[in-house]
């Protein structure tokens, strides 16, 4: 029987989901991205290869892929396109194999401009965003004034509406923000453009979710940022401007909620953060150095280092709840390698009481002191082990200890960056 997985991660993003994606794939027939935009970024690995995406669903690696950008993401139609060139310009046919939902928002180069003059007018308070037009572009898709990537295909009706939302922002750049104002007729000619580059892609994703369906094929879900970054449950107001939960991939995609399967959690064996917001478990010391050198831990899409801390049961049990997860995928376990010993937040302490479940608000999780467990650590290297009977002892009960916590069972570990350094337990597509 085929299955509908979604992927996504249950931290505050950069848990490793793109590796993860792209392994399950070689059992699925399609790849769904359904919210976001081009301020996440996945890393793939294959045979020492490194491959980036921002917007193109992670499974565009496998030649027997469909990818589908579902209605939840807001499109920036240049960095989609310059993400195509440069795919195919590796010899991996993009475009023969992408469809983009009509109903996707478009990111103006207005939208962009709107975003950086509000982060640089809040000064030491701004959120940091990735300054890439974002939350503007999400907020005009809620005040029905956006562009939909189905209305460049009608180049005159489009140009009129694009020429009204532009006179808008530029009123709020220079009036609010005492910004410059963005050229209408530059927004209005990239439109066109756009529509030569990526009109023959735009397509109806629900009906080709539905086809897929009725042909009993399978099909994975694949969220950007995380659980915790969510704007309606994440650590608000230091959150995305999407929903980044389980429930956003019904909505973002057009399929109906009863159809998906399974949902697959991906965490690291720390947590990172990138950007402001509260962070109990963050490390300002010599373990936190260690593992952001040797995680490797930059942002994928901008650069920025991440913050580093101990694992959080806190929020991982919350973000479990959020999003039925019925299976863990644990990343970077052997960034872990060569500690004395590891701690885990199993509680928070704040005002005299003990929280077992996150308090509501960026402001009372400032303030949360972590109650931490200590464990054993181990010397031996977990590096590219793909046994799980291979793993050390004590890296065996660490994630036994995981599990117990959480209440999820551990399926997939992942040991390094390249697609083949996993065990995997329990896969979620099962083979027929």
């Not at 939302?165 to 209005?188: G, I, M, Q």
């Not at 650069?303 to 929020?315: E, L, Q, T």
């Not at 997939?412 to 995997?424: A, K, N, Q």
Request: net charge negative; proline share 5%; hydrophobic share 40%.
């Amino acid at each position: 029987m085929a299955s509908s997985v979604v992927v996504l991660g249950i931290q505050w993003g950069d848990e490793g989901k793109g590796k993860v994606v792209d392994l399950l794939t070689e059992r699925c027939e399609a790849v769904v991205r359904f919210q976001g935009g081009h301020n996440a970024g996945h890393t793939l690995v294959i045979d020492g290869h490194k491959t980036v995406l921002h917007l193109v669903p992670s499974g565009i690696l496998r030649p027997q892929v469909r990818c589908l950008i579902g209605n939840g993401v807001v499109v920036a139609p240049d960095a989609l396109i310059a993400e195509l060139d440069a795919l195919e310009g590796a010899g991996i046919e993009a475009r023969t194999r992408l469809m983009i939902s009509a109903a996707c928002p478009v990111i103006l180069p207005s939208h962009v401009a709107l975003d950086q003059a509000r982060e640089k007018k809040k000064g030491s308070k701004a959120i940091g965003t990735t300054g890439r037009g974002i939350g503007p572009a999400y907020e005009d898709k809620a005040a029905r004034r956006a562009i939909r990537f189905g209305e460049l295909l009608d180049p005159d009706s489009c140009a009129s509406r694009v020429e009204e939302l532009v006179d808008y922002h530029n009123f709020l750049l220079t009036e609010r923000f005492a910004a410059k104002p963005v050229d209408v007729a530059f927004s209005v000619a990239s439109c066109h453009s756009w529509s030569d580059a990526l009109g023959s892609l735009v397509g109806d994703v629900s009906q080709e979710l539905e086809d897929l369906c009725k042909f009993n094929a399978n099909v994975l879900f694949e969220g950007a940022q995380g659980a915790l970054l969510d704007i309606d449950h994440g650590t608000y107001p230091f959150v995305t401007s999407s929903n980044t939960t389980a429930g956003a991939a019904a909505s973002g995609s057009g399929i109906g909620p009863l159809e998906l399967s399974t949902v697959v959690g991906v965490i690291k064996a720390y947590v990172t953060r990138v950007g402001s917001g509260p962070f109990p478990t963050e490390l300002f010391d010599s373990v936190g150095a260690h593992l952001a050198k040797k995680g490797h831990e930059f942002g994928a899409t901008t650069g920025r280092p991440r913050r580093c801390g101990w694992f959080d049961a806190v929020s991982a049990r919350r973000a479990c709840w959020l999003n039925s997860v019925s299976s863990l995928c644990v990343t970077k376990l052997d960034v872990l390698d060569g500690l004395s010993e590891l701690a885990i937040c199993t509680g928070y302490r704040i005002n005299g009481q003990v929280l077992d479940r996150p308090p509501s608000g960026a402001a009372t999780l400032a303030d949360c002191e972590p109650i931490y467990e200590i464990v054993p650590g181990w010397k031996e290297s977990t590096a590219s082990i793909r046994v799980i009977g291979e793993l050390p002892p004590l890296a065996r009960a660490y994630l036994n200890r995981l599990e117990e916590l959480l209440g999820v069972p551990v399926d997939i570990v992942s040991t390094g960056p390249d697609r083949d350094d996993t065990i995997i337990l329990r896969h979620p597509f099962p083979q027929s």
